[in-house]
């Protein structure tokens, strides 16, 4: 995820210092990591380095001092611009769950055991992630969210399942070399 463009486009709503910006991130992005103020701050500045931000003003209204930031017109054409690529598919589909398979596989381990624990730890996120959608007070953002988690914890599932059903055979392989 592009931290750039994702603080481009909630300054797409209007001017915004970064507390409120790294708020509304968290809020817009529910089940992404959360981001640092350092990180925000930090991308504030390369923005305005690159033009694509401004600073509109500083305040401090009795408390600390707020610098205000707004895109710029080469900002919303950065933002349209990255907007409309189509993110292409991982060209490597490595995770650290088949990497685990793989070396317990290679190490003379237990992955039928690895697999039944992470599979019993997906569908507890999952429960979890359901129940976070069905929530009569969740906003959309966060349904979205928990949707496409939800998706991603699927076909991990269905990935153990087809490889537990191989197990026998992918240790016979290793066994054999």
């Not at 349209?80 to 317990?104: C, D, G, H, L, Y």
């Not at 979205?144 to 016979?172: E, K, Q, V």
Request: proline share 5%; net charge neutral.
């Amino acid at each position: 995820m592009s931290t750039r463009h994702i603080l481009l486009g909630l300054l797409a709503g209007g001017p915004s210092h970064g507390y409120d910006l790294k708020r509304r991130h968290d809020e817009r992005f529910p089940q992404a990591r959360p981001l640092a103020y350092g990180q925000v701050y930090t991308t504030l500045q390369r923005l305005v380095r690159d033009g694509l931000a401004e600073i509109e003003g500083t305040a401090s209204d009795g408390g600390p001092e707020r610098t205000t930031y707004r895109s710029t017109e080469q900002g919303a054409r950065e933002l349209s611009r990255w907007a409309a690529q189509i993110a292409p598919p991982a060209p490597f589909v490595t995770n650290e769950i088949f990497a685990k398979v793989v070396v317990s596989i290679l190490a003379g381990g237990d992955p039928a055991a690895y697999l039944g624990a992470q599979r019993a730890a997906h569908l507890e996120r999952m429960r979890r992630l359901t129940a976070l959608k069905t929530d009569p007070g969740a906003d959309l953002a966060t349904v979205l969210s928990a949707d496409y988690a939800l998706n991603h914890l699927d076909a991990d599932l269905r990935w153990m399942t087809t490889t537990a059903a191989r197990l026998t055979t992918l240790t016979a392989e290793v066994d054999a070399t």
